[in-house]
């Protein structure tokens, strides 16, 4: 699958949000980016069957042309859940021998420690390109699409849930936040899931090529889930 740039007369965010619909739509196309922060926009196209002649078309409409077309980007690399796997297997790892070094065995605290992990973890790999991570997530996620900022904020959201979960700080509020916050990660998805949207996921950001699948949706549901347990352990 390639990657196609075009200049585009697209001016500002307003722009590109008058054309996000109209491509957000368009069948065949997995992901499109646009920068304006240059003189002439660069519209970046991904998919099966993508010309300039299909783009331009489908931004006349909105009111908007295809300029020129550059040369295609480098295809994106294959898509694999490794990187995930060996993450978890990593903060499994650690959450066991630091359950081993205190003797027994804590369900709670092991729970608490898997979940500073995980954010940590995926806040710093969103971290790497926040923009490239927040023009993907706003692709799936219910709030992101709307409010684009959301996405901005996002990495660092994560990252105070890691801290917090780390230091053990207010954990009946960190524990409500995070039944929040991946509840409605969780809803996105579930939409990109029951649409067949063959996109990509961002939860490791931009560096690692994840398919959006149901890994992703048990991803969520799983720090949910843990998230209410301890929420329930606490007010019972």
Same mark, same amino acid.
């Given at each position: 699958?390639?990657? #196609?740039?075009?200049?585009?007369?697209?001016?500002?965010?307003?722009?590109?949000?008058?054309?996000?619909?109209?491509?957000?739509?368009?069948?065949?196309?997995? &992901?499109?980016?646009?920068?304006?922060?240059?003189?002439?926009?660069?519209?970046?196209?991904?998919?099966?069957?993508?010309? +300039?002649?299909?783009?331009?078309?489908?931004?006349?409409?909105?009111?908007? #042309?295809?300029?020129? @077309?550059?040369?295609?980007?480098?295809?994106?690399?294959?898509?694999?859940?490794?990187?995930?796997?060996?993450?978890?297997?990593?903060?499994?790892?650690?959450?066991?021998?630091? @359950?081993?070094?205190?003797?027994?065995?804590?369900?709670? &605290?092991?729970?608490? #420690?898997?979940? +500073?992990?995980?954010?940590?973890?995926?806040?710093?790999?969103?971290?790497?390109?926040?923009?490239?991570?927040?023009?993907?997530?706003?692709?799936?996620?219910?709030?992101?699409?709307?409010?684009?900022?959301?996405?901005?904020?996002?990495?660092?959201? @994560?990252?105070?849930?890691?801290?917090?979960?780390?230091?053990?700080?207010?954990?009946?509020?960190?524990? +409500?936040?995070?039944?929040?916050?991946?509840?409605?990660?969780?809803?996105?998805?579930?939409?990109?899931?029951?649409?067949?949207?063959?996109? &990509?996921?961002?939860?490791?950001?931009?560096?690692?090529?994840?398919?959006?699948?149901?890994?992703?949706?048990? @991803?969520?549901?799983?720090?949910?889930?843990? +998230?209410?347990?301890?929420?329930?352990?606490?007010?019972?």
């Amino acid at each position: 699958m390639s990657a #196609h740039r075009y200049l585009t007369d697209l001016h500002c965010g307003a722009c590109v949000a008058r054309v996000r619909p109209l491509l957000d739509a368009a069948p065949g196309i997995t &992901r499109w980016t646009a920068d304006t922060s240059g003189p002439q926009a660069v519209l970046t196209v991904e998919g099966d069957g993508i010309t +300039a002649a299909r783009v331009g078309a489908l931004l006349l409409p909105a009111g908007y #042309h295809v300029l020129s @077309e550059e040369q295609p980007a480098p295809a994106a690399p294959p898509t694999s859940y490794y990187p995930l796997a060996l993450i978890l297997f990593f903060l499994l790892g650690a959450v066991a021998l630091t @359950e081993l070094a205190n003797g027994r065995f804590d369900p709670m &605290r092991a729970m608490g #420690h898997f979940m +500073a992990g995980f954010f940590l973890v995926f806040s710093f790999f969103k971290l790497l390109d926040v923009r490239a991570f927040a023009d993907t997530y706003r692709t799936y996620d219910v709030v992101a699409a709307k409010w684009p900022a959301y996405g901005y904020l996002y990495p660092f959201i @994560e990252l105070a849930l890691g801290a917090a979960y780390l230091a053990h700080f207010a954990p009946l509020a960190t524990n +409500a936040v995070t039944l929040v916050v991946m509840g409605v990660s969780s809803v996105g998805v579930l939409k990109a899931l029951a649409a067949r949207r063959k996109i &990509r996921c961002a939860c490791l950001g931009t560096v690692f090529n994840l398919p959006m699948s149901v890994v992703t949706l048990v @991803e969520d549901v799983l720090m949910l889930a843990m +998230a209410g347990a301890m929420l329930v352990w606490m007010l019972a």
